[in-house]
């Protein structure tokens, strides 16, 4: 496939921080596409170039891109990769790089008559035979918010078939558990992610009051799932969560304690990045019962991936496209995964954009979960809105003719 043209816009993203949307097109053909960025990020993350520079980048590979009559989304990244030459992707930039793959991606199902998940689900060689659960990001805390809990996120996860009674089920909690904030709490504000904030240093509060207002609500057919985020309250070997200092041994107490008492399904990062020991114990201790996932821990990076497979650090995996910086390697990060029997959780950032691609790409590799924070932020709730676009598609079982 040859490209005639590709222009890069500055549009902000859902913090009001600048990020980058491209436009692809061939002979008439037209796709858009913008990427995320992160706040509570991996240090093995590629790099993230100012958007300025990343325009004045493009200027300089647009017309080596154009030359070029790439047979395959493969060979498009390995091109982009070559060109980059650099373990980090600072020569082109990470964002840069994520945007022209994800559009090729894009590109290519629009000019083969496809959905993005039915392209992506042909390269993965995968059969679409379910849909991916829904993680919503209810209430936020840690780096997302301004005075609420130390973890980062609470997820409300319906175990519901379809991503349509799933999202009517977050609304109806949603609806209640604001009520029940506003009420206890006397103000009611929203995290970066859209989920509500609750003023306590107790991260045990948030699990309390989630598993208080499902029940409330009725909506207990669900499991509930933290991103801890502990790097971000990790200090000189210890963990400062909220008024406390826990060990290693008294914060893996903590986990243990929790998957006693709530409907645990799994427990992102609930250790330092670099605490693989700490990773390690809650795996064999815990790692039957719940998803011990792994995200600042393994970045989307086959190469770490693999290390944490060898070290048994966890058995689930975040992937962030924009982690890793293009579609093929975000593909093979999902294969190895996969390969040792790990949980998938395609997910998105906490700076997001308009963009749906993350909710394609969950249903296309067969993805265990879909991860897009909370439905009242509309730049998370078009993510699961596509998602249950999917779900009509496929079960009205309509053969897609694309105009
Ligand atoms: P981030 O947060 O996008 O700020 O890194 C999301 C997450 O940690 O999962
Ligand atoms: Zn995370």
Avoid at 99 to 122: D, R, V
Avoid at 304 to 324: D, G, T
Wanted: proline share 4%.
């Amino acid at each position: 496939m040859k490209i005639d043209d590709i222009s890069l816009k500055i549009i902000p993203d859902s913090r009001g921080k600048d990020t980058i949307e491209v436009e692809f097109d061939d002979e008439g053909n037209k796709v858009f596409d913008s990427v995320p960025s992160g706040k509570s990020t991996g240090s093995n993350e590629v790099v993230v170039l100012p958007p300025s520079q990343e325009k004045e980048i493009l200027s300089y590979i647009e017309p080596l891109i154009k030359e070029k009559d790439f047979q395959s989304l493969e060979e498009f990244d390995k091109f982009l990769i070559d060109l980059d030459n650099t373990s980090d992707k600072h020569k082109l930039g990470g964002n840069l790089m994520l945007a022209l793959s994800i559009g090729f991606t894009k590109l290519l199902a629009k000019t083969q008559n496809k959905e993005i998940y039915q392209l992506i689900a042909e390269i993965a060689n995968h059969k679409v035979e379910r849909l991916p659960l829904c993680f919503f990001n209810v209430i936020n805390g840690g780096l997302h918010a301004k005075d609420s809990l130390p973890y980062q996120e609470y997820m409300f996860v319906p175990q519901n078939e379809l991503p349509s009674q799933n999202l009517n089920s977050v609304m109806l909690l949603l609806k209640e558990l604001g009520e029940y904030i506003h009420q206890k709490y006397e103000h009611l504000r929203m995290g970066d992610e859209g989920g509500y904030e609750i003023s306590e240093k107790d991260p045990e509060v948030g699990l309390k009051v989630l598993s208080e207002v499902m029940k409330r609500c009725n909506q207990v057919n669900a499991k509930i799932s933290l991103d801890v985020a502990a790097s971000s309250f990790y200090k000189d070997g210890l963990y400062l969560v909220g008024d406390k200092v826990q060990t290693k041994s008294q914060l893996l107490g903590t986990y243990q304690q929790i998957i006693d008492k709530y409907q645990m399904l799994s427990i992102e990062d609930p250790f330092d990045e670099k605490d693989e020991t700490g990773f390690q114990e809650i795996t064999a201790k815990v790692g039957k019962k719940v998803w011990i996932v792994g995200d600042d821990l393994t970045t989307t990076s086959p190469e770490r991936i693999k290390i944490m497979e060898e070290n048994k650090a966890c058995n689930a995996v975040i992937i962030k496209p924009n982690q890793i910086g293009t579609v093929s390697e975000a593909l093979e990060a999902v294969r190895l995964a996969k390969s040792y029997n790990w949980k998938v959780i395609v997910s998105h950032r906490s700076g997001e954009t308009m963009d749906t691609f993350i909710a394609d790409l969950a249903v296309g590799v067969g993805a265990d979960g879909l991860k897009s924070g909370c439905p009242l932020q509309k730049e998370r709730l078009v993510k699961y809105q596509r998602l249950i676009e999917i779900e009509k598609l496929i079960s009205e079982k309509i053969p897609v003719n694309k105009s």
